[in-house]
């Protein structure tokens, strides 16, 4: 089964609107971790966000933020006031269990932001 | 230094030649990953090196042969591979603990003939 999933098609998204990034996850290990990456199209792999399961409030970084709706195995990606420079693929994962080092990483969505 | 660098940026081989991809941190991480990416695809995890010692191989063929000198570096022996090989190979690294992120390395685009 899908650990991770990501359904949306590529997405168009004006400059300065916010854009939210669908990820639903499958476990049932009461102890994981989600990230959010983003790959633009030089390849390098770029850390935006984590939760964690116990974690009682959204993870915030900058104009980042992460929905976290645990009954419903959510956890979408909030980019507020997009940017050119956001133009990029971006990818869910998790990692299941404490002390794990396997992350499992969803199909990814392009973002294209226009001006 | 909270990156990691990788070299080459592109490599193009042969199907006989040996060549190796080479991979530095200097963050003090115990934890070291290989990742193989094909294009519109998400990163397949390869290898991954906890405190200097091989902890997960992913039934990756014995063509690729990883290497970890030290703490800091993470080296991918390469030899005899097959075209579909090409790909972009990334590296990661984290702490070591659980719940950390793990950083990656811009990669390295490599074309087998």
């Known amino acids: 089964a899908q650990k991770i999933t990501q359904t949306q098609p590529g997405m168009f998204v004006q400059e300065k609107e916010a854009v939210t990034l669908d990820c639903t996850y499958d476990?049932?290990?009461?102890?994981?971790?989600l990230f959010w990456y983003k790959q633009p199209s030089s390849g390098e792999m770029i850390f935006l966000i984590y939760q964690g399961s116990y974690d009682q409030q959204n993870a915030t970084e900058g104009r980042y933020s992460l929905n976290f709706q645990k009954a419903r195995k959510s956890a979408n990606l909030v980019i507020s006031a997009s940017q050119l420079g956001d133009s990029a693929m971006y990818f869910c994962a998790m990692r299941e269990g404490y002390g794990n080092n396997r992350l499992a990483f969803g199909k990814g969505n392009q973002v294209v932001v226009i001006p | 230094d909270t990156e990691v660098t990788q070299t080459p940026k592109h490599l193009v081989m042969g199907m006989t030649n040996k060549k190796s991809l080479k991979c530095e941190q200097h963050?003090?991480?115990?934890?070291m990953y290989w990742y193989k990416q094909k294009a519109k695809k998400p990163p397949e995890l390869m290898f991954v090196y906890s405190y200097e010692k091989l902890s997960i191989n992913e039934s990756v063929p014995s063509r690729f042969s990883p290497e970890c000198p030290n703490s800091s570096l993470l080296n991918l022996h390469l030899h005899a591979l097959q075209p579909e090989d090409s790909a972009l190979y990334l590296c990661a690294s984290s702490p070591g603990q659980a719940n950390n992120e793990q950083f990656f390395g811009p990669g390295t685009r490599l074309t087998v003939l």
């Open positions: 963050m003090g991480h115990r934890a």
């Open positions: 476990t049932s290990d009461p102890s994981y971790g």
